[in-house]
Structure formats: structure tokens, C-alpha cells
């Protein structure tokens, strides 16, 4: 039997050494374009998302304090204060000074070029509704009695003022209590914040007269930063577990000034980080939040000065240097000017 013999055709007999290596390296190539692509396009979602995040950063710390610099001064303006002597049994030491401002703005870290702030305000609704004691009041150990006791409650702490001695803190260790015409205003001394006699207390004590307002429980909040992160530390507690308190991540400065009103005409005339004479002198605080973005950049991507007040002005604290490690992030600055409105209103 005969069988024909055909050749077979080229294209059913599969493909040459050049032809698979010619593919092979279009493949390459078109793998090589494709994770370029992925690769830029990854850059670019972890920049934008990174200033995202140093955005909102931003934003919740500015709201933060900005809260409670509004409500700072509550109970404290008008008073006469300078210093208040307080005493805490738990804190070490047990005495300690509380200074007499709404707002006090130091600088906290001078290398990192990040301030702190401290506020101060009362958070009772009678904070603005001072009383006076009845009768001469010689040492710590004496019942207050006081024209009017009523909003005083059992733990409340209480502030007695009488220019120009300095002020003292106590504790109410009961709600007040009519007696007669009067009010008592225990304050007993196995409370953490009533002091033995002699600890606080001024030569003489405080006189009929001195005024008494009622400080609810008292804010007394440090704001700085440490390990870029927005802290909160409640200066009349003892440093613990949740004391110093972290708020919010990626913040890497807060800087502040005073808005002083230097001819009493309830305007601010000038913006600067001079201590004020009084309480009534600063109206308002210029607050600056600096938050830094997580994505560490391959290129330099800020500049070596970042201006953190409105018109470019880098006088009064309003720059923040950055060596060349850190200009490998990006960055996000908001900034406000927050009134005190407990002051103006007194004022």
C-alpha cells in the first residue's frame, strides 16, 4: 500500500528560537511599562493619602485646643489673681503654683521650635458668679462661711481671692449649707485637695470680703507635642497612665502668640509672645498646628522654612526650620486666631 507524503506547512510547525526570544522580550517589556505604571500610580495614592491624613491630623488638633482656648478665663478674670497656691496630697510635690491666666504660651522645646500651652478655666455654670466670705477665714482649717453657698457642691474645687495677696485653691468636701442668713462651705481636710493648715494659705489668711467662686472640677490643660504627637497633660493630676493623655498622632508643632490689647480698647494692637501684665491684657491667641504627612519621600519635597503665619511674615516665632531629613516629607499648617471671650466679656 502507497501513502502520500505532503510537507507540512510552517505554521503548524511551531515556533523558532528568535521567534520565542522576540516575544520574550516584548513581554518583558510590556511587564516593565505595566509595573512603572503600577509604581507611579502607587507613589502617587500614598502621597495623596499621606497629606490626607496629615490633614485631618491637623484639623482635629486645631478643633482640640481651639475648644478650650474659647472657653479658657472662665472664673479667673477680674479676680486680682497673679499666682494661685494649690495643693494635691496625691502630687509630688504635694504643693504647687497654678498660674492665674486664661492662657499662658511658653516654649517648650526650643530645638524642635514647638510651644506650650496651658489653659485654665472654671467648669461650673456659677464660674462667673463669684460669693464673699462672711467672716475672716485666719488658716486652712477654718469653715468657709460665705454670703452665698448656693451651686456649691461636694468635690468642687474652690478659689478665694483678695488682692493683693495671692489666691488658694480648696476643696468642697460637702454641698453648702444655710445656716441662719449664711452659708457653710465645709472643706475637709482628709480630701486630696484641702492642705494642713499652714501649707497654702497667706500670712493672716483671708479677711471678710475676699471673694470665693466656685471652679467645678478646673481645667488646667497643657498642650505640646512629643514623639509627634499632640499631648495633653492635666497639670492638678499626677503624671500616670493617662496622664499625660495622647490626642492625635502626626503632628510635629503647635506654636502660639498672645493677642494683646494695649490700650484697653477690647482690639488687638499686637501679636507677640511677650508675657502679659494681667489677665485682661491678652484678648485673643493666634494658634499654628504643624502636622507631617507619614510618606517619607526619595526627593526633597518642603522647603527648609516653613512660614506659619498669614503674609509670608517669618518674625514673632512664625517660621519653623526643617533640616534635611525632615524635608523629605510634606507637610499641612493650619492656623486661626481664637478670641477669648471671657475676657472681652469682662472687660
Request: negative net charge; aromatic residues 8%; contains cysteine.
Amino acid at each position: 500500500m502507497m501513502f502520500n507524503e505532503h510537507p507540512l506547512h510552517r505554521s503548524a510547525s511551531g515556533f523558532s528560537l528568535v521567534e520565542i526570544m522576540v516575544a520574550m522580550v516584548i513581554g518583558m517589556l510590556g511587564i516593565l511599562i505595566i509595573m512603572q505604571t503600577f509604581l507611579m500610580f502607587e507613589g502617587q495614592k500614598r502621597t495623596t493619602t499621606g497629606t490626607a491624613d496629615a490633614q485631618e491630623n491637623a484639623l482635629m488638633a486645631l478643633f482640640t485646643m481651639e475648644r478650650d482656648v474659647r472657653m479658657s478665663g472662665l472664673g479667673l478674670v477680674g479676680l486680682g489673681c497673679t499666682t494661685i497656691n494649690a495643693y494635691n496630697s496625691n502630687m509630688t510635690p504635694t504643693t504647687y503654683p497654678i498660674n492665674a491666666w486664661p492662657v499662658t504660651i511658653a516654649r517648650d522645646d526650643p530645638a524642635a521650635g514647638t510651644d506650650r500651652i496651658t489653659l485654665v478655666y472654671s467648669t461650673s455654670a456659677f464660674g462667673n458668679i463669684p460669693t464673699t466670705i462672711a467672716s475672716p477665714m485666719p488658716s486652712e482649717s477654718s469653715i468657709l462661711n460665705v454670703n452665698n453657698g448656693d451651686g456649691f457642691v461636694a468635690n468642687d474645687l474652690v478659689l478665694i481671692s483678695e488682692p493683693p495677696k495671692a489666691c488658694s485653691m480648696i476643696q468642697a468636701s460637702q454641698d453648702g449649707q444655710k445656716t441662719g442668713t449664711d452659708w457653710n462651705i465645709q472643706h475637709n481636710p482628709s480630701w486630696p485637695y484641702n492642705p494642713p493648715a499652714g501649707a497654702i494659705f497667706p500670712v493672716g489668711g483671708y479677711g471678710t470680703g475676699a471673694r470665693l467662686t466656685n471652679m467645678g472640677s478646673m481645667v488646667n490643660h497643657a498642650y505640646y507635642v512629643q514623639n509627634n504627637t499632640l499631648m495633653m497633660s492635666d497639670v492638678n493630676l499626677p503624671a500616670g497612665a493617662a496622664n499625660p493623655l495622647p490626642l492625635v498622632n502626626g503632628i510635629v508643632a503647635i506654636r502660639a502668640q498672645y493677642g494683646r490689647d494695649t490700650n484697653a480698647d477690647g482690639f488687638v494692637d499686637v501679636y507677640d509672645n511677650t508675657a502679659p501684665a494681667s489677665a485682661t491684657d491678652v484678648v485673643a491667641v493666634k494658634l499654628a498646628v504643624v502636622a507631617r504627612s507619614g510618606q517619607l519621600e526619595k526627593d526633597t519635597v518642603s522647603p527648609a522654612t516653613l512660614v506659619l503665619w498669614n503674609g509670608g511674615t517669618i518674625l514673632n516665632g512664625g517660621a519653623l526650620a526643617l533640616d534635611a531629613a525632615a524635608r523629605l516629607y510634606r507637610y499641612k499648617i493650619y492656623q486661626t486666631t481664637i478670641p477669648l471671650r471671657n475676657v472681652l466679656w469682662n472687660n
